[in-house]
């Protein structure tokens, strides 16, 4: 059977405290949900915001796979008309294929949240529903506080769902929006849903929160009785304790239980997936997180290693390479040099032999601080510098940052660096905005002459991420870079004591790239 996977880390996932994504940051995601098979992507809540309003006008001129792009409001106001209201109104600007409309099922929101009656929130829920459904969108009915609000009267709950259903609402989503509920409640509560829609062709979702540490068993229970969408977020981030963790959910739901959620290929990817979005919103992966953490496979000596070594799953519950992990032996780790000829294979690049010299560099510039699960460029140089035949197109020798500041004047910041290029040697300096900012003009200055090219590369993103916090002002910086060229992005990475020697080495990175790949 099929499970629809509905990711709305755009959204739900953003509402974690201290996660914030700029449009930029939301379309990198949106472009690799797509690529990883995600069917439904929630884009935000156009009209709550600028930046979701801008997205979504973006996003349309972004070509996906497959992937559908949703937009979140809420179902018309109490007392007012679906052709007059603003949020309503919103959802139309944004066109979007897929709509989801959040409504109250809970008479306890009903009566003492929204101040309303029983029957004008049915109307609400009716009216909105059919509104967007004789748009031509399909429509998921978002069922805000279903399995409480089932739980104070069940009757009414059911009776939202079956206001949605008549307006011809595709999905019923319920959702254990405080995220209290137990696996058994929700199993019951599905199978009375499944069977009041009877053979209704609108499919049920479930949506559900962690404050009890039990989102995915929730979702999980819910699909065994007849869900076939599942709402959650990559990494599970989201408002409290946060959302229900899609990653693991995906891999539970294909690996253990036998449904069909993506292919063989991108459940290979899901490690790659889990990172790659960690290090867009800037926050420190979860080493100990299931079927993907670093430590998700990791073996530390005694009986364990002893037996792994015999035979690999007496100590694993899955193949590791199926998610796109690997095993680790933490006192002396095992090769991974397969991984490191796969990730060259894909750039187009072959190491001819030179997969453990990659592979120690990589361990060792991590053992201080660098990571390149989200600098494929990095990685890329790593790759292109061990060639036998390589030659690099400029060197950068020396460097000089000055930041000054005098009395009421603004701060400056002055470069100096020292290039090669061939046989010439040239000194340069330029101001910036920043120190960072001046020492990516001074460089570009001392090659542009050489390389007319670079005018074309510009700097979209830079990221500082403290690694080891409880050093304070002494800890190391892992900075990383975002450059494009048109259409064609990279990431870059360097790490260092100092913050200006670990943005220098992420520059060099981002400059050098382009020029070799032509």
Not at 2 to 27: A, C, H, M, N, P
Not at 239 to 257: H, S, V
Not at 440 to 467: G, N, S, T, W
Request: proline share 3%; net charge negative; hydrophobic share 40%.
């Amino acid at each position: 059977m099929q499970i629809f996977l509905y990711d709305t880390t755009l959204r739900d996932g953003t509402q974690r405290e201290g996660l914030s994504l700029s449009v930029e940051d939301k379309l990198k995601i949106t472009l690799m949900l797509d690529e990883l098979g995600i069917h439904y992507i929630e884009g935000g809540w156009p009209g709550s915001n600028p930046k979701d309003a801008e997205y979504f006008q973006r996003v349309r001129e972004t070509p996906l796979r497959q992937a559908r792009v949703a937009a979140f409001g809420s179902t018309r106001r109490a007392g007012g008309q679906c052709d007059d209201d603003a949020n309503i109104q919103a959802l139309v600007a944004a066109q979007t294929p897929v709509v989801t409309l959040v409504g109250k099922s809970s008479v306890l929101h009903v009566e003492q949240v929204l101040e309303t009656t029983r029957a004008e929130n049915l109307a609400m829920i009716g009216e909105s529903v059919a509104y967007f459904k004789a748009l031509g969108k399909e429509v998921c009915y978002d069922a805000e506080h279903f399995f409480d609000g089932y739980k104070l009267d069940a009757d009414y709950a059911l009776s939202t769902l079956r206001t949605a259903t008549e307006a011809g609402a595709d999905v019923l989503v319920l959702c254990d929006t405080n995220g209290g509920s137990l696996p058994h409640e929700v199993a019951a509560i599905t199978r009375v849903v499944r069977a009041q829609i009877g053979d209704a062709p609108t499919q049920i979702g479930i949506h559900t929160h962690n404050d009890g540490a039990l989102a995915v068993a929730n979702a999980m229970a819910a699909v065994q009785e007849g869900a076939t969408q599942v709402q959650g977020t990559i990494n599970g981030y989201g408002e409290r304790c946060g959302n229900m963790d899609l990653i693991p959910t995906i891999a539970n739901l294909q690996l253990k239980l036998g449904y069909t959620c993506i292919t063989p290929a991108q459940l290979a990817r899901l490690s790659e997936l889990s990172y790659y979005v960690a290090a867009i919103a800037n926050l420190n992966p979860d080493d100990h997180a299931a079927y993907v953490g670093r430590s998700a496979f990791a073996h530390k000596g005694g009986i364990h290693v002893a037996a792994i070594a015999k035979v690999e799953h007496s100590y694993q519950h899955i193949d590791p390479t199926l998610v796109g992990n690997q095993k680790r032996v933490v006192v002396s780790e095992l090769s991974g040099r397969g991984n490191i000829r796969m990730r060259a294979e894909e750039l187009g690049l072959h190491l001819n032999g030179h997969e453990r010299e990659v592979l120690q560099q990589i361990k060792e510039r991590e053992s201080k601080g660098y990571q390149f699960e989200a600098a494929e460029g990095s990685f890329e140089m790593l790759v292109r510098r061990s060639a036998a035949d390589y030659v690099a197109p400029f060197e950068l020798l020396d460097f000089t940052v000055t930041v000054e500041k005098r009395g009421s004047n603004e701060i400056t910041a002055l470069a100096t660096v020292k290039v090669r290029v061939g046989d010439e040697l040239m000194h340069t300096a330029a101001e910036g905005e920043g120190p960072v900012d001046a020492l990516d003009a001074a460089i570009r200055k001392a090659l542009l002459p050489h390389y007319p090219q670079l005018a074309e590369v510009r700097l979209v993103d830079f990221k500082v991420r403290i690694i080891d916090a409880h050093l304070g002002t002494a800890a190391t910086p892992r900075v990383l870079i975002e450059s494009a060229r048109g259409d064609e992005r990279w990431s870059t990475t360097g790490a260092s004591p100092n913050i200006i020697a670990a943005s220098y080495q992420a520059l060099w990175d981002s400059l050098e790239l382009p020029l070799l790949r032509g």
